[in-house]
């Protein structure tokens, strides 16, 4: 079974705190992806990985960095975090190989951070 | 601009019922697509999907329906059970697009009544 791990599940941080996310995936999947999820908003991308030290925008990646130096870990930064960075953040892979699984992405259990 | 679209923020329905999630796109590069269950504090997990090349999938009590000309699928939970009540995330993907990205629905909570 493909597991995902995220190193919290509940984070406390105070505005202006940089804040590091981590995600480790056991599957040697290619991709790597970070989502956050918000009451009526859905899940948004913030960044996705394709390979080792790649990486592209997601479509909410403001106020975001992320880091792959391993193919089993990704990292989600927030450089200076502020309070409407309060969410759910989840983390996901998923295989270039993954034939009839084609593009299922395997989720984290997920990180609730809340920033006062 | 919403790629994929669940208009029914919540369903209700009777324990031994069906449950019917909607679900539509405009993206007429998607050509796969997959429904996610989430319950609190958990992460999404895979429930079921099917290709553009088909209109139907079925696994147990799941059946997925595709229409193409609408650019409109479905889930269907028959019978439903409380344990199905969670958020259900429609997500579509685009072959040759960004590395299979996933672009995902706002979700449905569905909560099954006893």
């Known amino acids: 079974d493909v597991k995902v791990t995220q190193s919290s599940r509940y984070l406390v941080k105070r505005t202006g705190e940089k804040v590091f996310l981590e995600c480790v995936q056991d599957?040697?999947?290619?991709?790597m992806f970070w989502y956050r999820q918000d009451p009526g908003l859905g899940l948004r991308l913030i960044y996705f990985s394709y390979d080792v030290k790649m990486k592209e925008k997601g479509d909410i990646p403001e106020g975001y960095s992320v880091s792959r130096e391993k193919k089993e870990r990704f990292s989600l930064i927030l450089e200076s975090a502020s309070t409407n960075q309060t969410s759910m953040y989840l983390c996901a892979s998923s295989s270039l190989l993954a034939g009839t699984l084609y593009n299922e992405q395997f989720f984290g259990p997920g990180t609730r951070l809340t920033v006062l | 601009d919403q790629q994929v679209k669940q208009n029914s923020p919540s369903l209700s329905v009777q324990e031994g019922r069906i449950s019917i999630l909607n679900c539509d796109y405009t993206n007429s590069m998607f050509d796969y697509f997959l429904w996610y269950k989430k319950y609190p504090a958990e992460g999404p997990t895979f429930l079921i999907s099917?290709?553009?090349?088909?209109d139907k999938n079925e696994d147990g009590r799941f059946t997925v329906f595709l229409n193409k000309s609408a650019k409109h699928l479905s889930l269907h939970i028959v019978p439903s059970q409380p344990g199905d009540s969670a958020v259900y995330f429609c997500a579509a993907s685009a072959r040759g697009g960004s590395n299979y990205k996933l672009t995902f629905g706002k979700g449905t909570l569905l909560t099954v009544n006893p």
């Open positions: 099917i290709s553009s090349i088909k």
């Open positions: 599957m040697d999947h290619e991709n």
